[in-house]
């Protein structure tokens, strides 16, 4: 999920905050915290997908980094046949439609399912389903590649490292993962957090956490990701939330393949 450059509430909290509002617990799908991630973005599926549903005509260097995802990703099929890219955290689809429309074939999964239910109206050349960061509707090894942009703010710290092993069960080796998320905002240091009490008029309650990149890249590596570039980028005037961002674009080892694998499915 992605942020809005307007009309979206934030205030700063902290991780004791999160604590005593019981966002510090194990989760996985259905827990409560996430819970409320999912009916937070049912509520305002629809003006979401209306508001941000254009917003890669803004930005371009996402869509030179998607088509070299893609490009990629063709190198992996010749030599283990079709498995398209997964966008996982997919919103209403936009994104995955872009993809779609470069040749490859893409299915978007997301928590809400008002989210999956837009998209399968708005764009009926890809596929969705409905499932969580932590426990992904998919098989193993079964895409060549997947994108995250964004969906990883939601996670709490604790549940990152999960989340990352499904990404590599998910992704055959050799395959190639592109994920995007917020450093910080102006003024700020990595790892705050802020919350979120409304948009667009709906009541909505969600924790966006800002990350540092040298976190991520070590839970992805122990994943199994090899990080391949590294893009970090100031916010598109006018296009986009006022943070600092960063893109990892990371392949699928192949010689971790039957170690991660197994972690993966033992967290499942």
């Known amino acids: 999920m992605r942020i809005s450059s307007h009309r979206t509430q934030l205030r700063r909290v902290t991780a004791t905050d999160s604590r005593e509002q019981g966002r510090s617990h194990p989760a996985g799908y259905g827990d409560v915290v996430y819970d409320r991630v999912r009916d937070s973005y049912d509520r305002v599926a629809v003006r979401y997908a209306d508001e941000i549903g254009a917003e890669l005509a803004g930005k371009p260097v996402d869509r030179a980094l998607l088509k070299c995802l893609v490009e990629l990703v063709s190198t992996v099929e010749e030599t283990t046949g079709s498995g398209g890219v997964a966008d996982l955290g997919c919103g209403p689809g936009h994104v995955a439609a872009f993809l779609a429309t470069l040749g490859v074939p893409t299915t978007g999964i997301d928590i809400s399912s008002a989210m999956v239910e837009v998209g399968r109206k708005r764009y009926p050349d ?143």
């Open 126 to 268: 890809v596929h969705f389903r409905v499932g969580s960061l932590l426990a992904l509707l998919a098989t193993d090894a079964e895409h060549a590649g997947a994108i995250a942009l964004y969906s990883i703010i939601h996670l709490q710290p604790e549940d990152r490292p999960s989340a990352y092993l499904e990404m590599s069960r998910v992704i055959r080796p050799g395959g190639w993962l592109l994920l995007a998320f917020h450093i910080s905002l102006a003024g700020h240091e990595p790892g705050e957090i802020m919350h979120a009490e409304e948009r667009w008029g709906e009541q909505v309650d969600l924790d966006f956490y800002y990350l540092d990149p040298a976190e991520v890249i070590e839970g992805l590596t122990s994943a199994g990701f090899v990080l391949m570039a590294r893009t970090d980028r100031e916010h598109w005037p006018g296009a986009e939330h006022e943070s600092r961002r960063c893109y990892l674009l990371c392949r699928r080892s192949p010689e971790a393949a039957s170690e991660h694998l197994g972690a993966a499915s033992a967290h499942a």
